[in-house]
Nanobody, 117 residues
């Protein structure tokens, strides 16, 4: 079973909105944090937002006030959502879901977000 499955990317015009979702198996033990990262061509992968097991939330300065991260618990799955508003061309990247545990980090396959008119 694939631990992380992402969905919700696509093409959107500047100023538009998208919602990314990540489904994580609850078989992953010892979760410390869940987060969204992104990587644009030629750039390093960077943290967009994360939420710790204690509920502390952090955002990159470039997305504060525009993006909202949230966690949703289901019986067998943990969902991580990223609501993205007022999107800008510089938000264009492949977005990755990450689950950080004490022993290893799990990554999703990535979903493309393209902001263009």
């Amino acid at each position: 079973q694939v631990p992380l499955v992402e969905s919700g990317g696509g093409l959107v015009q500047p100023g538009g909105s998208l919602r990314l979702s990540c489904a994580a198996s609850r078989s992953i033990f010892g979760i410390n944090a869940l987060g969204w990262y992104r990587q644009a061509p030629g750039n390093e992968r960077e943290l967009v937002a994360d939420i710790t097991s204690g509920g502390r939330i952090s955002y990159a300065d470039s997305v504060k006030g525009r993006f909202t991260i949230s966690r949703e618990n289901a019986p067998n799955t943990v969902y991580l959502h990223l609501n993205m508003n007022s999107l800008k061309p510089e938000d264009t990247a492949v977005y990755y879901c990450q689950v950080a545990t004490s022993s290893k980090n799990y990554w999703g396959q990535g979903t493309q977000v393209t902001v263009s008119s």
